[in-house]
């Protein structure tokens, strides 16, 4: 069982920057891929980043390629998500997600997801 706790989203300006850290519990986080998605209301939950178990391997979905950076620290059990140059649209609840030995960007392989942060862009 690995337990997910997302932080670090607030309102901020376009044009600004967050990072999300997302702490996981349990000894076996390296064992997990990482992902992370976002959903805005009325929406269907969508893929935004996904980092292999080493962390040396790394996806995105377009939309974000070149602004968003996804990290993890396996010595901490923690996975980030640096965000910059946010544009209104990236408003959403972002949560992180845990993927048995994988990091796909379909949200149905994941098998543990965190409670989610709000994260809002203003224009």
């Known amino acids: 069982q690995v337990q997910l706790v997302e932080s670090g989203g607030g309102l901020v300006q376009a044009g600004g920057s967050l990072r999300l850290s997302c702490a996981a519990s349990?000894?076996?986080?390296?064992?997990?891929?990482m992902g992370w998605f976002r959903q805005a209301p009325g929406k269907e939950r969508e893929f935004v980043a996904a980092i292999s178990r080493s962390g040396g391997s790394t996806s995105y979905a377009d939309s974000v390629k070149g602004r968003f950076t996804i990290s993890r620290d396996n010595a901490k059990n923690t996975v980030y998500l640096q965000m910059n140059s946010l544009k209104p649209e990236d408003t959403a609840v972002y949560y992180c997600a845990a993927e048995w030995f994988s990091y796909s960007s379909s949200p149905r392989e994941y098998d543990f997801w965190g409670q989610g942060t709000q994260v809002t862009v203003s224009s």
């Open positions: 349990g000894r076996t986080f390296s064992s997990y891929g």
